[in-house]
């Protein structure tokens, strides 16, 4: 049976999900979800899809995830693929994806919103500020960790890696510029030359060009 994800292009945290499901060689196909349209706050969309009014959501059968973290973790552990080596590695992962949410992901998605997806004039000049001075901490302390390593755990790409390249490809602008980064510009390259690696509007349906 066909994993469905319902997610939309623009989502850095369906992008995580998609692409552990693109990388993992389980069947899946994106459902499109109309994030910028309203669907997500409807009313049969929280009672059929999500009741947290969220993207992604996983449908495996008779199987409902949600929140990317968990939707990773699930591939991981039908797929054989990105879980770690053993309990050590398995904690690790947890560790970063953890922090990702919260820590980077977290706050990157809000600020590109923020500066691409609301009106020029409706755009919070101090809080781009301040959220891009606790992005600037976050990326040194991704671009310390992978000084001298391929991967955030062990030897092999890992649910810690999907989780915290989440927003990193966007081409639209939020305070994150490879160049100033480049243990983490090693590290995306690597990633992205991964066998079936996509980037995110190539993976997931929706993109900015479809609302012009």
């Known amino acids: 049976m066909t994993i469905q994800l319902y997610c939309f292009g623009e989502s850095g ?32 969309y929280r009672a059929q899809i999500n009741n947290m009014g969220e993207a992604p959501v996983m449908i495996d059968g008779d199987l409902r995830l949600t929140q990317s973290g968990v939707i990773q973790d699930y591939v991981a552990e039908k797929a054989g693929k990105f879980g770690g080596g053993d309990a050590t590695e398995r904690r690790e992962i947890m560790r970063w994806v953890l922090w990702d949410n919260h820590k980077l992901s977290g706050v990157a998605g809000m600020t590109r919103f923020l500066m691409n997806f609301l009106p020029e004039d409706k755009r919070p000049a101090e809080v781009i500020a301040f959220s891009q001075g606790r992005l600037k901490a976050a ?20 649910n810690a890696d999907l989780s915290c390249c989440g927003y990193l490809y966007y081409p639209e602008p939020f305070g994150f510029d490879r160049s100033d980064w480049p243990h983490i510009d090693a590290w995306l390259t690597r990633l992205s030359e991964t066998p079936g690696w996509k980037a995110p509007y190539d993976l997931m349906p929706g993109s900015p060009a479809d609302r012009a």
């Open 13 to 44: 945290n369906a992008y995580k999900a998609a692409l552990a499901l693109e990388l993992s060689g389980l069947d899946w196909k994106p459902v499109k979800v109309d994030f910028f349209g309203g669907q997500t706050r409807q009313p049969d």
């Open 139 to 158: 990326y040194g302390v991704l671009n310390d960790h992978l000084d001298g390593r391929d991967w955030i755990v062990g030897d092999e790409l890992t």
